[in-house]
């Protein structure tokens, strides 16, 4: 049975992954900025832009939210999801130096951070990395990441810049560097 809700998701877990969970979801919370939701998405616990903020969704799925961080237990461990890193280069960068810093392990993907227990992860990063992306910037840089990717509507117009309304200077500068590195 596939959780609806993040109370029900938690109280399938065993003993010692809701509470490592609980953990993490307690400190993406306190440092959550104003306009993003927290539920169940994709399977996982989920925060992100609600469609009332941005209706075009999640790869241009008006029936989906756009996607800013994901959490969940796996068969092997946990993994936090940084769907906010893709387009936003600079951020992940910024990431990885902090989490160096805090003296814990590193095991990550482009936007995944495993763990196997609470103590092998960075709480005080994973909070401020957090609270570093308001909606307005996620949604800017999704945008922006999107055009250059050739996706979405008015696609060629916003990556050659003609649209007034496409990304903020700084989310375009973001995905650009993320061009340039592919």
């Keep these: 049975m596939t959780a609806s809700t993040v109370a029900e998701y938690l109280a399938a877990l065993p003993a010692d992954r809701r509470a490592a969970l609980s953990a993490v979801r307690k ?16 399977g996982m616990i989920g925060w992100y832009v609600p469609l009332s903020l941005y209706p075009a969704g999640y790869g241009e799925n008006p029936k989906v939210p756009l996607s800013f961080v994901a959490l969940a237990s796996q068969k092997s461990g946990m993994v936090l999801h940084f769907l906010c890193f893709y387009g936003h280069p600079t951020l992940s960068t910024w990431f990885v130096n902090q989490y160096k810093k805090s003296g814990k392990k590193l095991d990550m993907g482009k936007g995944c951070v495993r763990f196997k227990s609470l103590d092998d992860l960075a709480l005080d990063v994973v909070g401020r990395t957090v609270a570093r992306v308001s909606a307005e910037e996620h949604m800017a840089n999704y945008r922006a990441a999107r055009a250059l990717l050739g996706k979405g509507r ?4 916003r990556a050659a810049g003609l649209l007034k309304n ?8 973001s995905a650009v560097k993320t061009r340039e590195a592919l």
Aim: charged residues 35%; neutral net charge; aromatic residues 8%.
């Design 27 to 42: 400190a993406i919370n306190e440092n959550l900025p104003d306009g993003y939701e927290e539920g169940i998405q994709f």
């Design 154 to 157: 008015h696609a060629d117009k």
């Design 166 to 173: 496409s990304a903020k200077k700084g989310a375009r500068k």
